[in-house]
């Protein structure tokens, strides 16, 4: 009876907001589907000049200070890097709204804050497929024929690396969008993050079960996705 409701989208009552569960996911989808493009928009911005450079500058005291942000980005929890960034940017500051969706200022606090942690993993596996691929015969026959050195590095290159890269971008999409419970709530976002946290909370089973179907639906779809870009690249 549960699965044949489910499928039509049917999840039943929240036991604690008495309102169809369909409503608030519908609600804060948008939210976390926004958050989660606009961090993902983030990392691909700082990870891609910053993996292709370390690559290419290999041993050098840029490749090692992209590795010192990698490795801060993974390591820093993200509830810690959340906290400060409201203490100082949003509080002591007042540069940015610490909490809330008030428009595009709102976006930038957590979108940096999920966004970094990508940015070193993305960075890292970019540098090291692009130290490969810059070894490679194909790259070598295109200096020898002459090509451009930044043709070479952002085209011949660059196409090739990035399908390892498309793979983990897209993986942690649907991880964004899914799993930003932590800041989700410490900003106070309203996103399908934070709804969980509040249905775990009160014990809101129906919550809990339409959250946890519906991120298993981004995710099949999202994989989906990067296996037909692919073709593409």
Request: proline share 4%; glycine share 8%; net charge positive.
């Amino acid at each position: 009876s549960f699965v044949g409701r489910a499928v039509t989208g049917d999840f039943g009552m929240s036991l604690r907001a008495r309102r169809p569960v369909s409503e608030l996911i519908r609600e804060r989808l948008p939210n976390s589907l926004s958050l989660a493009a606009f961090a993902m928009g983030v990392s691909l911005a700082i990870a891609f000049p910053l993996g292709v450079l370390a690559a290419v500058k290999k041993g050098t005291g840029l490749d090692r200070a992209a590795q010192v942000i990698a490795v801060l980005g993974q390591s820093l929890p993200t509830f810690w890097v959340a906290i400060v960034l409201v203490e100082f940017v949003a509080g002591r500051l007042q540069w940015l709204p610490a909490a809330g969706n008030e428009g595009f200022s709102s976006y930038i606090l957590p979108g940096f804050t999920l966004g970094w942690f990508v940015v070193a993993g993305m960075m890292r596996l970019l540098r090291s497929a692009m130290l490969e691929v810059l070894d490679s015969e194909y790259v070598k026959l295109a200096r020898v024929k002459g090509v451009v050195e930044s043709k070479v590095v952002w085209v011949h290159a660059l196409k090739n690396a990035l399908i390892p890269v498309v793979t983990f971008a897209g993986i942690y999409f649907a991880i964004l969008v899914t799993t930003a419970i932590v800041v989700e709530t410490v900003f106070a976002w309203p996103g399908i993050g934070r709804l969980a946290y509040e249905g775990i909370s009160s014990r809101d089973f129906p919550v809990i079960q339409a959250v946890v179907l519906t991120t298993a639906a981004i995710v099949a779809v999202v994989n989906l996705g990067v296996d037909c870009l692919y073709a593409v690249l």
